[in-house]
């Protein structure tokens, strides 16, 4: 059975934890070991789950790239929260561009 989930509410739940994490133990916490080894370390494993998620779109598996995706999000929101921004700011700016086709945006962009 699938369970429904409210995706605003996990969303915020999850970033909710993120923070409360910053002043986490690192060695009972895996949000809190990233922010203690720092960004670069963050920006890594970002790069390897983006990495495997391209990996897993080529599968015929979908649970397996949902759960890759998972991943992805996940570290996407830990360095937003290492960062100071938020899941707001980026919703915000999806909303600004919603209704605005994409190729009319590339199109104004200044040429050079
Ligand atoms: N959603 C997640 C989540 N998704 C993925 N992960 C972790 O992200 C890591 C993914 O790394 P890999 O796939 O490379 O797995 P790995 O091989 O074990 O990692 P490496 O050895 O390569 O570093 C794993 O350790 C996963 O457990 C997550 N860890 C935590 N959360 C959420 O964050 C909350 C806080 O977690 P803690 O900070 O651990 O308390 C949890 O309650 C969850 O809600």
């Known amino acids: 059975m699938t369970i429904q989930t409210d995706l605003g509410a996990v ?6 934890t993120l923070l409360s994490r ?6 009972s916490s895996y949000a809190a070991s990233l922010y ?4 670069d370390v963050i920006l890594k494993k970002l790069g390897e789950e983006a990495t495997e998620t391209v990996i897993a779109a080529k599968n015929q598996d979908p649970s397996k790239l ?3 995706l998972a991943d992805l999000w ?13 899941p707001q700011q980026v919703a915000d ?3 600004r561009r919603h209704g605005r086709s994409g190729l009319d945006e590339k199109a104004s962009r200044p040429k050079g």
């Open 11 to 16: 969303l915020d739940q999850l970033y909710a």
């Open 74 to 86: 996940f570290h996407c929101f830990v360095l937003m929260a290492e960062r100071g921004l938020t």
């Open 93 to 95: 700016e999806l909303a």
């Open 22 to 27: 910053k002043s986490a133990d690192p060695d």
């Open 66 to 68: 949902v759960y890759e």
């Open 36 to 39: 203690a080894k720092g960004l």
